[in-house]
């Protein structure tokens, strides 16, 4: 059993930078394809980013693509999202997932197999 913890929660003005990390614990990170959602209010799970197992490839949503930057520490078992220039519609809860079965990097929540709790980003105008 994987057990993920998101941190980096903050409320930030637009136009500021923000970086989340998750901390992976209960298995083999390097093992694991992870990704980055967000929900906000009355909106469906959204795709944000994914990164391969070894780091050398990432996978971007178009809404965050250069802007947001996926990735990972396997000696740390943590995975980051550095998030630049920042938007009032960025705001939402950030999960962070794992996939262990799948080869290649998927935007489908259904592919996940771990979710952490979740980390609130709130960005004002």
């Known amino acids: 059993q994987v057990q993920l913890v998101e941190s980096g929660e903050g409320l930030v003005q637009a136009g500021s930078s923000l970086r989340l990390s998750c901390a992976a614990s209960g298995g083999t990170f390097s093992r694991y394809i992870l990704g980055w959602f967000r929900q906000a209010p009355g909106k469906e799970r959204e795709f944000v980013s994914a990164?391969?197992?070894?780091?050398?490839?990432?996978k971007y949503g178009d809404s965050v693509k250069g802007r947001f930057t996926i990735s990972r520490d396997n000696a740390k078992n943590t995975v980051y999202l550095q998030m630049n220039s920042l938007k009032p519609e960025d705001t939402a809860v950030y999960y962070c997932?794992?996939?262990?079965?799948?080869?290649?990097?998927?935007?489908?929540?259904?592919?996940?197999?771990?979710w952490g709790q979740g980390t609130q980003v709130t960005v004002s105008s």
């Open positions: 997932a794992a996939d262990f079965q799948n080869l290649l990097l998927s935007e489908y929540r259904s592919q996940y197999d771990y």
């Open positions: 990164i391969s197992r070894s780091g050398s490839r990432t």
